[in-house]
């Protein structure tokens, strides 16, 4: 049997590692930096990390707000939506992490498209 998405990322430590970094990433870049105005990052790496690992199949539960609830309201431009998935490949590749991951990440996110823009 195959792994899962989240064992071949490294389980929640490496996973936390990794999303610790596109946060950063996220709040240095001026396409989306204002989005993250008075977060509370720590909550937000938390957060995200959990999403991560639920959505790839590890044994966390993630019991946040799901994608349209999320980003209700914001708005969110196609700009604004490539430079998060930009955001996420760099983040990924800091990492070493395979291309095969990489596409299944980049795709899960894509697949959130319509979800997140314009809401």
Same mark, same amino acid.
């Given at each position: 049997?195959? +792994? ?5 990322? /490294? !389980?929640?430590?490496? $996973?936390? =590692? $990794?999303?610790?970094?596109? #946060? ?7 396409? $989306?930096? =204002? ?8 909550? *937000? ?10 959505? /790839? !199949? !590890?044994?966390?539960?993630? %019991? /946040?707000?799901?994608? #349209?609830? %999320? ?12 430079? *998060? ?8 590749? +800091?990492?070493?992490? /395979? ?5 299944? *990440?980049?795709? $899960? ?9 314009? !809401?």
């Amino acid at each position: 049997m195959s +792994k899962s998405l989240y064992e071949r990322l /490294g !389980g929640r430590e490496r $996973i936390a =590692a $990794i999303v610790s970094d596109l #946060v950063d990433l996220h709040l240095r870049n001026p396409l $989306i930096q =204002a989005r993250f105005v008075n977060s509370d990052v720590g909550r *937000v790496k938390e957060s995200a990390t959990l999403f991560f690992c639920a959505g /790839g !199949g !590890g044994p966390e539960t993630y %019991a /946040g707000k799901n994608m #349209v609830e %999320a980003h209700r309201g914001m708005n969110i431009s196609e700009q604004e939506f490539m430079a *998060v998935l930009d955001d996420t490949l760099a983040a990924l590749e +800091k990492h070493g992490v /395979g291309q095969q991951e990489k596409m299944e *990440v980049l795709f $899960i996110l894509h697949s959130m498209r319509k979800e997140v823009l314009r !809401g």
